[in-house]
T-cell receptor, first 113, second 112 residues
Framework: DAGVTQSPTHLIKTRGQQVTLRCSPKSGHDTVSWYQQALGQGPQFIFQYYEEEERQRGNFPDRFSGHQFPNYSSELNVNALLLGDSALYLC????????????FGSGTRLTVV | AQKVTQAQTEISVVEKEDVTLDCVYETRDTTYYLFWYKQPPSGELVFLIRRNSFDEQNEISGRYSWNFQKSTSSFNFTITASQVVDSAVYFCPGGSQGNLIFGKGTKLSVKP
């Protein structure tokens, strides 16, 4: 049974560019959350998707947007990249909205130069 | 607002020593969940335990044990007879509204 799958594993982008990160949740999970983890810090909640809608959002600017597809997979989009967006982006899935049975993926390491 | 404090930034022990990682979760919510996750260099967060705010029973799982005291908002994690494979960054996030609040983590280094 596959866990949470994220792609790509590593990515290098230039300031001002746009990036899309992808996440496939664990089988049986229908809710996806995204977290940003800067070097040496704990993960910070970006947003959560359920039934293809954003249900909760953390303290992140509108440059961060997302999408969830009918098969529960999700994308995280970041526009107008800044150097400070360099981080590990973690996707987590849970069995249902409001639940806490989180399964995390291995993350996408984004470097902005 | 919720806040997680892991006062120990880094801990270094020698293999077979016992080590306790401290965690304090501050919130005004009466119902919440607390977790411990392990993050090896590969980056994936590995789930260790989940505890709800109404359950103050200590738990032991092999070499791992957890002590939750709601009165002090502490949820401490002890590794008995540490091993080199325990080396990682440990996080104790908490949450009450569907998302998790993380602290900065504690980096544990176990030397042979």
């Amino acid at each position: 049974d596959a866990g949470v799958t994220q792609s790509p594993t590593h990515l290098i982008k230039t300031r001002g560019q746009q990036v899309t990160l992808r996440c496939s949740p664990k089988s049986g999970h229908d809710t996806v959350s995204w977290y940003q983890q800067a070097l040496g810090q704990g993960p910070q909640f970006i947003f959560q998707y359920y039934e293809e809608e954003e249900r909760q959002r953390g303290n992140f600017p509108d440059r961060f947007s997302g999408h969830q597809f009918p098969n529960y997979s999700s994308e995280l989009n970041v526009n107008a990249l800044l150097l400070g967006d360099s981080a590990l982006y973690l996707c987590a899935s849970i069995p249902f909205l409001g639940g806490y049975g989180y399964t995390f993926g291995s993350g996408t390491r984004l470097t902005v130069v | 607002a919720q806040k997680v404090t892991q006062a120990q930034t880094e801990i270094s022990v020698v293999e077979k020593e016992d080590v306790t990682l401290d965690c304090v979760y501050e919130t005004r919510d009466t119902t919440y969940y607390l977790f411990w996750y392990k993050q090896p260099p590969s980056g994936e967060l590995v789930f260790l335990i989940r505890r709800n705010s109404f359950d103050e029973q200590n738990e032991i799982s092999g070499r791992y044990s957890w002590n939750f005291q709601k009165s002090t908002s502490s949820f401490n994690f002890t590794i008995t007879a540490s091993q080199v494979v325990d080396s990682a960054v440990y996080f104790c996030p908490g949450g009450s509204q569907g998302n998790l609040i993380f602290g900065k983590g504690t980096k544990l280094s176990v030397k042979p």
